[in-house]
């Protein structure tokens, strides 16, 4: 081999060399880089908190399906959150929201109000409604089956003066669908336990209040509850109805109700039927009552 030969092959091995040793640094350092990577972040520590499993409007009580516990980051747990350990569901259910949470939001002790707060029942009210008191009995109540949350009708029993000497007693159906708030001063509905109590606190519209103070003073006043099942009749059970008339007279001012505006029957707008197939209807003239029998031609 001539030396010409020699010194190609030479250079020839020595480039061969210093590229092999080259490919091998790069691919090495690409591993490395790979391979840091590859491994996991450090694991960010969390507490549970108290969430919402659903939209809470602002109004509603609080049931047990209604929270759940959710990991949360450990430094976003704010002091008004209700960590596990610390809280339970528990302390929340029965509470109603004062405002609105969103589905998944943490559960916070400013957003509800529990019962025996301050300001409780104010929070339990729908906007523009009242809460009224009125007397119950185990009789009247239902013997104690009726529980916050529950929609009642309210029946009025009553002595109706005839302008003779025997009077006559009458029950009519005052408000309808109105909603329970409490028996006594049990407000929670997540109490299976029945309640003899004396008071019943109803939820009722301004009109519907004024209604409830005069017939209280009228007659005994019993409470009729209603299914929560929505019926086929139309009638529905979600929606609040009132027989009485709401809509004030401009230019009266403020509204006010007589014991006929509440009771159709002593405003003789219903006849009862006589035995004889007639009619008898009391007429009121100058402050008094007189009962007129009518026969079935007249």
Partial sequence: MSARALVFVVIALVMAGATAMFARSYLSSERAELSAQATPAPKQATKNVLVATADLPAGSFIKTEHVRWQAWPEDAVNDTYLVEG???PEDVVGAVVRRGIIGGEPVTGGRIVRPGDRGFLAAVLQPGMRAVAIGVNPTSGIAGLVFPG??????????????????????????????????????NDQSGEPTLGKNATIEVTPKQA???AVVS?????????RSLARPATGDDAS???ETVDNSPEPWRGETYTWD???????????????????????????????????????
């Fill in 217 to 225: 003073d009228m007659g005994k006043l019993s409470l009729s509850l």
């Fill in 260 to 298: 006929t505006d509440a009771s159709l029957v002593l405003a003789g707008r219903r006849a009862p039927r006589s035995g004889g197939g007639g009619y008898k209807v009391l007429v009121f003239q100058g402050g008094k009552a007189q009962e007129v029998s009518l026969g079935g031609g007249q």
């Fill in 210 to 212: 004024e209604v409830v």
């Fill in 239 to 241: 929606d609040p109805v």
């Fill in 86 to 88: 610390v809280a339970k």
């Fill in 150 to 187: 529950d929609r009642v009708d309210i029946i009025l029993t009553q002595t109706v003066p005839t302008g003779g000497s025997d009077p006559r007693m009458a029950s009519e159906t005052v408000l309808e669908n109105v909603r329970v708030l409490a028996i006594d001063q049990i407000l």
